[in-house]
């Protein structure tokens, strides 16, 4: 192994491969290595300017002792405040956090005595493996498991394990699956894994891997801290962090699948304006276009979409419209995006991506043209007219068939860059609306990637179905989102698909739902309510017309029992807005997100750790949703101090277990005193 010391860097060389750790921000340390002659010194994630480091880097010499003897070997460290890594002769990597070991590489080979009682097996650390034909490889990075560790973040993942020690994630986006790379460890580190590459990760009890399908370079980027809220910091630091959140927006938004003419969405307005019920935002979904790609009004439904505009900003309600990436054969944007290469490519096979109602291509949002594109055309036909916002949906993009080595963008393969679609997908609209000036750029999106906090995006959790199963499943999915930097994240009220809006167990669920959505970033109901025994509007095979739209599903759409307990609901969110406002300010701050697990406020409580079923919103509520059909009463935790049941006014010490009543028109909500 040779060492060069650089200024606040360390570079190791060793059988082709180059090693280079250095400082990134505050007790933070950036390692990459690559088999090519020189790195690709692209950024991914690490888009911010990291406070400066001042490291200490040096080599010294270490005695081993080995079967012929005593060996004396260059060893190196590089020290970036209270983070170091150690590298020893062989290219194993050992990272401490104020001297004590918190992470190391798994190597079980020839070299070293890390690990000497089993190196004939010849697993290595960092294990490169060409790919034909280029300079990618795949790669598999190994570290040794920590006994006992507790990690979390990483996005979204549709399971009921928080704790994802013992999981295997796939590293790829999927509709309702979101990989943001970033995880936090109960040892108090953080590690981004800045790649934006298709593969997978388990942390496993007896190793951790990280395995690529086509790289060009390792990276990724550690942080040590005392709290679960220094860690978030320091990594929204280098990141990102989430704009300014308009107070006008922290109401209700109204959406269902689909409202179909511009009639429609008015007359709903009109209704929620009469029952004195101010909805913040209401949106208008898929196929209100001519076919996908136009990305316009069909005018046969929506003949004036101005004149609707502007009767929705006169009652103070902002107007979504659904964009999607797909574009159509019959389009009239179809031949010349696809002749200026502005398209997604595919490796083989026919040119089509996605084939949900049409035979579709989707736009390569890699490829800057594109954005100047298809942002012109959504300029002309929607923001001129006074849209606000845009709801980019199936933002993965939802592949017809995700096979990822079968399609390519401008910058690579997709197997290389995939997982950043999202993200470049929403800067298509976030660069350009920022610049024009009409103030904080909001847009709601289905997917993301690390660092996309700073591009305007509120996230939600997908088409999920209408179960209580996947309700728990969104409690964890809210907060390792949060815990991976994602603060502005929601979900349909309800679940998206149901079968039957009539069925007293899905009303159950929807209100049970609701509860818990007003204590989460964003307040919106949607969903596609069953049964489809509504016809077309017309029998044409395109347009805004032909496709089935959904039951009813506003606040009055469940019975006068159920609005009841809504505008209850309703209410208490308004006269949260002041305190939900302050929690918005403190991400753009700081990174902190909204919907937070129990141990981010409480890391000393060992039972916090272990808690998916509670949460705090912010650092004042615990909130204890309701997740199982005819439950009316649960347990709830109560970490250390006074707490303040929100139903009655008990107070009750913490530390303890408590069992509360929850009737239909009660969640429990204990405040902190």
């Not at 080995?66 to 060893?75: A, L, S, V």
């Not at 590489?105 to 960092?126: A, I, M």
């Not at 006169?314 to 502005?342: Q, T």
């Amino acid at each position: 192994m040779e060492f060069e010391i650089r200024e606040n860097a360390l570079v190791c060389c060793r059988q082709g491969e180059t090693l280079l750790i250095e400082g990134w921000g505050k007790d933070s340390l950036r390692v990459r290595a690559t088999m090519n002659t020189e790195f690709t010194d692209r950024c991914w994630a690490l888009t911010e300017k990291a406070e400066k480091s001042k490291c200490e880097v040096k080599t010294y010499q270490v005695k081993e002792k080995t079967g012929d003897g005593i060996m004396e070997n260059t060893w190196a460290s590089i020290t970036n405040g209270r983070i170091k890594a150690e590298v020893n002769y062989a290219g194993v990597i050992s990272f401490y956090r104020d001297d004590k070991l918190f992470l190391r590489e798994y190597f079980r080979s020839y070299g070293g005595t890390l690990s000497k009682e089993s190196r004939c097996l010849k697993v290595v650390n960092r294990q490169w493996k060409g790919l034909c034909g280029g300079n990618n490889y795949a790669l598999q990075v190994r570290f040794e498991s920590n006994k006992g560790e507790k990690i979390f973040g990483m996005g979204q993942y549709q399971q009921q394990e928080m704790d994802l020690k013992g999981c295997t994630l796939e590293l790829a986006q999927r509709n309702s699956q979101i990989s943001v790379p970033f995880y936090m460890s109960n040892l108090m580190y953080g590690m981004l894994w800045n790649n934006p590459g298709i593969g997978q990760v388990t942390f496993g009890n007896n190793l951790t891997l990280w395995d690529m399908k086509s790289v060009k370079d390792m990276d990724y980027w550690l942080t040590v801290a005392d709290t679960p809220k220094e860690i978030v910091e320091n990594y929204t630091a280098v990141t990102g962090r989430a704009g300014e959140y308009p107070e006008e927006l922290m109401g209700l938004w109204q959406c269902k699948l689909r409202y179909r003419t511009q009639e429609e969405v008015l007359s709903i307005a009109r209704k929620y304006k009469e029952l004195g019920i101010k909805i913040d935002q209401i949106i208008i979904d898929f196929f209100h276009w001519t076919v996908q790609g136009d990305w316009k009004f069909d005018k046969t439904y929506w003949p004036d979409p101005k004149a609707m505009v502007d009767e929705l900003h006169s009652m103070g309600i902002r107007v979504v419209v659904s964009v999607w990436p797909s574009v159509d054969r019959r389009s009239e944007n179809f031949f010349p995006m696809l002749e200026k290469g502005l398209l997604i490519r595919t490796e083989r096979g026919a040119l089509q991506t996605y084939d949900y109602q049409g035979d579709c291509v989707e736009i390569d949002c890699f490829n800057p043209k594109t954005r100047e594109y298809v942002w012109e055309v959504c300029k002309k036909n929607y923001y001129d007219l006074g849209i606000d916002g845009f709801w980019l949906d199936n933002s993965e993009p939802d592949y017809g068939v995700y096979d990822f080595d079968n399609f390519r963008y401008s910058d690579g393969a997709a197997l290389e860059i995939s997982n950043m679609y999202p993200q470049m997908y929403s800067r298509v609209f976030f660069d350009k609306m920022k610049d024009m000036g009409r103030g904080s750029v909001v847009n709601l999106l289905r997917c993301a990637w690390a660092g996309s906090q700073k591009y305007g995006n509120v996230v939600w959790s997908g088409d999920v179905p209408s179960t209580f199963e996947s309700l728990q499943d969104q409690i964890q999915c809210g907060i390792n989102m949060g815990l991976a930097g994602i603060p502005w994240w929601n979900t349909d009220i309800g679940g998206f698909m149901t079968d039957d809006v009539e069925d007293p167990d899905f009303r159950q669920l929807l209100i049970r739902w609701y509860q818990f959505a007003v204590f989460t970033a964003v307040f919106r109901l949607h969903g596609d309510r069953g049964p489809y025994n509504i016809p077309a509007l017309d029998d044409r095979d395109w347009g805004g017309g032909y496709l089935h739209t959904g039951q009813d599903n506003e606040m009055w759409s469940y019975g006068e029992d159920n609005f009841k307990i809504m505008k209850k609901y309703y209410d208490l969110r308004i006269s949260l807005k002041p305190y939900i406002a302050g929690l918005y300010k403190e991400a753009s701050e700081n990174g902190s997100p909204l919907m937070r697990a129990m141990f981010y406020e409480f890391p000393d409580d060992e039972k916090c750790w272990n808690l998916q079923d509670q949460y705090m919103f912010g650092d004042k509520y615990l909130v204890a949703p309701i997740l199982h059909l005819d439950e009316f009463e649960r347990e709830v935790y109560l970490p250390k101090g006074q707490w303040r049941l929100t139903s009655d006014g008990t107070v009750f010490e913490g530390g303890q277990s408590v069992k509360v009543k929850a009737p239909l028109d009660y969640m429990p909500v204990f405040e902190r005193v």
